[in-house]
């Protein structure tokens, strides 16, 4: 053996572990979720006070595992769990009986309930029913990938691109795409599907990343309890422009207290990032500042309304004020700025946020200078 045999072995061994690590927390999150969601239908269907919780339940359930530190149980994931439970009975033989013997010692009566209703549509469409994944097979897909196929109300849909997933070895994003392509449709439409098939299974050769998209997946960062690190979705400009903000607002001394950077706010599958956040222990409100190294666009307004609406009804402790939004652009158009933000909450902005935060024309010339000293470093053709 030669060396550079020899280091091409070692980085071998080495990506095959991180691929078998990042895949084992994959399959404790899957599993660990189909047992939540099991719980879920067997209280919904048992508890004793299910009846005092009523369609409140995923909302309350969800509030208070976050208060005992537990992340990743919106009430929509919690949703999600409960049709995994109800779509995937076969996961019930992979639980470990000690995880919850008196659950499973029942018959996996949302599984029954689901596998029902699909047998009626069945007969009424007089289509018959896929072949379920294996346990195995099933494994080797990510929660997040679950969270995709589980928007599929078709179980023929489902399976198609359960099939290509494996086959293919998607990543999260790759599904999302050829879903939103309408890939299943194309295929049965098409004459030569085969041909149409490949092609999709060409394109997710050509943009690799599975490994990557394992660790960094931020349902698998949640739940091992590891940092969304900021480096994955920021720019070296962005990083720069961000650490001099970050440190502009410490120092003016009146109040603001830093909170967190690169924030992520998830709804269902989908993944923003707030890129600054600070208290204000005066105002008792959260500021929410967004950073584009960009003209304002007029999309912009609505993400950090999104953002503000996000942070009240999730977010915003109880006696609080509503958050402040701070969104920083290199350049605006002013017409564009006041149709975009027309029919907004403007009362957030009242006069006593403004006399505590600093005025925008500071902020401005500091990021335009940040900004100018950057390029001028990385770039000395300017200078």
Not at 114 to 127: E, L
Not at 281 to 290: G, K
């Amino acid at each position: 053996m030669n060396y550079d045999t020899l280091i091409t072995t070692i980085a071998q061994v080495h990506q095959q572990a991180q691929v078998g690590a990042a895949g084992a927390v994959n399959r404790q999150l899957l599993l660990r979720n189909w047992l939540i969601g099991a719980h879920l239908v067997e209280f919904e269907q048992c508890g004793e006070d299910r009846a005092a919780y009523g369609a409140g339940l995923l909302k309350r359930l969800s509030a208070d595992l976050r208060r005992r530190g537990i992340d990743g149980c919106s009430p929509d994931l919690l949703e999600r769990m409960r049709l995994c439970y109800q779509a995937y009975p076969q996961l019930r033989n992979q639980i470990s009986e000690t995880a919850s013997r008196k659950l499973l010692s029942r018959p996996p009566s949302g599984g029954q309930q689901i596998s029902a209703t699909v047998m009626r549509k069945s007969r009424t469409s007089g289509r018959r029913l896929p072949t379920p994944l294996s346990v195995d097979a099933l494994l080797h897909l990510s929660w997040s990938h679950v969270i995709e196929l589980l928007r599929l109300d078709d179980p023929w849909k489902r399976a198609f691109y359960e099939n290509e997933c494996l086959k293919a070895n998607w990543s999260v994003r790759q599904l999302q795409r050829q879903i939103g392509s309408l890939l299943y449709e194309r295929t049965g439409l098409s004459t030569d599907k085969r041909a149409v098939i490949e092609r999709a299974r060409q394109q997710a050769a050509e943009a690799p990343g599975r490994l990557a998209d394992l660790i960094r997946d931020p349902y698998v960062l949640e739940f091992t309890g590891l940092a969304d690190q900021p480096r994955y979705h920021e720019s070296d400009l962005e990083t720069a422009l961000l650490d001099h903000l970050q440190s502009f607002l410490l120092e003016l001394g009146t109040g603001f207290c830093f909170e967190a950077r690169q924030k992520r706010v998830t709804i269902g599958n989908e993944h923003d990032y707030l890129d600054l956040v600070f208290y204000h222990r005066l105002l008792r409100c959260h500021l929410l500042i967004d950073l584009k190294v960009r003209a304002f666009q007029h999309g912009d307004a609505g993400q950090m309304n999104f953002y503000l609406n996000y942070w009240k009804t999730e977010v915003m402790p109880t006696g609080d004020n509503p958050p402040v939004g701070l969104l920083l652009c290199t350049d605006k158009n002013q017409t564009k700025v006041e149709y975009a933000t027309a029919g907004l909450d403007h009362q957030l902005f009242v006069s006593r946020y403004l006399v505590a935060l600093p005025k925008p024309e500071q902020i401005q010339q500091l990021i335009e200078r940040d900004r100018v000293l950057w390029e001028q470093r990385h770039n000395p053709d300017l200078t």
